[in-house]
């Protein structure tokens, strides 16, 4: 392979180390790898076949990765009604009511992400659908993607009526004389999903995923862990890795069944081993997620103590405390990376405990477990994190107080919990390794705006908003460290990745300025100009 060269800007070698971050003046590629720095890389510039790229005053920095998103389930929103565009309810059925115009033989409606805030407590009428889709069964997914909202014609079709119950570990919302109100939660929408509606097509999702990663590229990043893979996905993932459609690594977290995940066990090491029997660069299939609980929103989140405004609701764990434990030591045992979604405070004590009890086993080997998500952690258990050498994934974007966290969150949470929420900078400084991701579709796949809110707490595009919980918030090169360095481990490829050091992965986005060194605010619209992974290069403006 011909070497690259890289001069004209600034070379963010290692954004995050113990002291200032390190950058050079040069740098060379070859051979997938990072080769020389400064004036050894600059000499290379006169090598036969040798490229080089004038930084033109931008900045040539590790390339970000994702820690925890849903690609498949992002790229099929373009598929169905345009509804997260939607600025209010009346815009979401204008959404549906326009798609079904342009698709009137279509079997089925199926859609996402609404915004939960437009109707009181999240709770929404199938009787509102049904004006605009007759007898179209419709079925749309809430932005938190653990809601369904479905019409009158869905039900039928699923057969829920006021004397169906509600399922394991989901709830079907009802009005008041027990007649399903057209909300569906947890294991009930997901539920409904998976057995009721039509999957699509295997081409759609085909398409599908090489949008998702073509447009992570797009955006300098690198590797995307998939935390929500489901056996028909597995199909999907091989045939595109096969035919060059990734445009970014991806990992696959196999999502562990409460109810069988014992039959999983083998399940998982067979689809393990047909990813690396596949032997794409691109894709890896070494994690099993756990969802621990739902959100706060819903009522769904595990709390240790009763929401604020439900004294006798707790929410819903999804798993029992014993078979918790038991399954994430056998995946533990297997060699499996763990990946849990914890929402609520007692969840994320359960997650805690679950991968302490597993790392018991065999203490002496080297584990990389992730808890996802880290919303509501009881200040007790700050610590534990670092303690236990588990990975603290945050989603960024989150950590500021926007309509969803003034309207439904902190209501729900109530004083002091509500103050517990997104606790980065106490996680940072308690020593733990944190990594940073979009939950896209749930919210934005952008990188740069979330990062721009964990340093400043706030609207990232308003610099005069105040600071939410502002002792959380954490320096521009630990908030780059984390999707960077941090990922890098998450990525099982820390000696491998996350720096630009001679020998690292020859993996970078070019930016026009210094991430480090401009407002925060300025962050948002920092233009990408190129994505190289390693070493080739996958994203051209």
Known sequence: MSTTVFTGGTILVDPNPAGPARTSDAIAFRDGRVVALGTEAAALADAPGAEVVDLAGGTLAPAPGDGHAHPMLGGVEALGPAVRQAADLQGILDAVAEWKAAHPDAEWIVGASYDAT????????????????????????????????????????????????????????????????????????????????????????????????RNYAELGMTWVQDAWVEPSDIEVYLTAAQAGRLHTRVNLAFRADPVRWREQLAEFEAARASVRDLGAERLSGET???????????????????????????????????????????????????????????????????????????????????????????????????????????????????????????????????????????????GATVSFGSDWPVTTIDWRPALATAITRHDPTDPTATAWLPEERVDAATAFGAYTTGIARQALAAERRGTLAVGQDADAVWLADNPLAIAPEAITGLAVRGTWLAGARTFTP
């Open 288 to 430: 099993v997620k756990f969802f621990l609980d739902g959100v706060v929103e819903s009522h769904t989140a595990a709390l240790l103590a009763p929401y604020a405004d439900r004294s006798d609701d707790s929410g819903l764990p999804n798993w029992e405390t014993a078979e918790l434990n038991a399954a994430t030591a056998a995946f533990d045992a297997l060699g499996f990376q763990l990946h849990l979604h914890a929402i609520g405070d007692a969840a994320n004590r359960s997650a805690l405990n679950a991968l302490e009890g597993a790392a018991a086993q065999d203490p002496e080997r080297e584990r990389h477990h992730v808890i996802a998500h880290v919303a509501v952690l009881d200040p007790a258990d700050v610590d534990r994190f670092a303690q236990l050498g588990i990975i603290a994934n945050f989603e960024p974007y989150w950590a500021q107080c926007d309509a969803v966290m003034r309207d439904l969150t902190i209501p729900h949470l109530g004083q002091p919990r509500d103050e517990w929420q997104y606790l980065i900078g106490s996680v940072h400084r308690s």
């Open 118 to 213: 437009f109707a009181e407590g999240g709770l929404f009428d199938a009787r509102w659908l049904d004006e605009v889709t007759g007898d179209t069964p419709t079925i749309l997914r809430a932005w938190d993607y653990h809601t369904a909202w479905v019409n009158s014609a869905a039900l039928a079709a699923g057969g829920i009526t006021a004397d169906t119950p509600d399922p394991h570990l989901g709830r079907i919302v009802r009005r008041a004389d027990g007649s399903p109100l057209g909300t569906l939660q947890e294991s009930a929408a997901n539920n409904f999903l998976a057995d009721v509606v039509p999957a699509f097509p295997l081409a759609q999702r085909l398409d599908a995923i090489e949008r998702a990663t």
